[in-house]
């Protein structure tokens, strides 16, 4: 009888419950990146800290404002997606930006 003491979780690779230890030992990596590569515009790798620039003219939705290309975004974070970027900008907040409009400085 188990006490309550095996936990179960999701593994959507295979679509069933799966206990923890079994997903723990099947995770690349443990709790790392996941082996996430992020890549800018042109195919640099890009890390978190790395400062950015747009390549194209971006309208940020509810802030009311248009990124001009050529701007600079410092201090970037990555997400654990392959395609988005967390970054800030003076006046927005919570800024996500895809991978595909940027380029390593």
């Not at 997400?79 to 907040?93: H, L, N, S, V």
Request: hydrophobic fraction near 40%; glycine fraction near 14%; charged fraction near 30%.
């Amino acid at each position: 009888m188990s006490n309550g003491t095996d936990d179960y979780v999701y593994d959507e690779a295979s679509g069933e419950w799966i206990s923890a230890a079994d997903a723990a030992a099947r995770a690349p990596g443990g709790d790392t990146d996941g082996g996430v590569e992020v890549r800018d515009a042109v195919g640099n790798v890009l890390a978190d800290g790395d400062a950015v620039t747009l390549i194209k003219d971006l309208t940020v939705k509810g802030a009311g404002q248009t990124l001009k290309r050529g701007t600079l975004i410092k201090s970037i974070r990555l997400t654990g997606d392959a395609q988005e970027i967390d970054c800030k900008f003076d006046g927005i907040r919570g800024l996500v930006l895809r991978a595909e409009f940027v380029r390593k400085r």
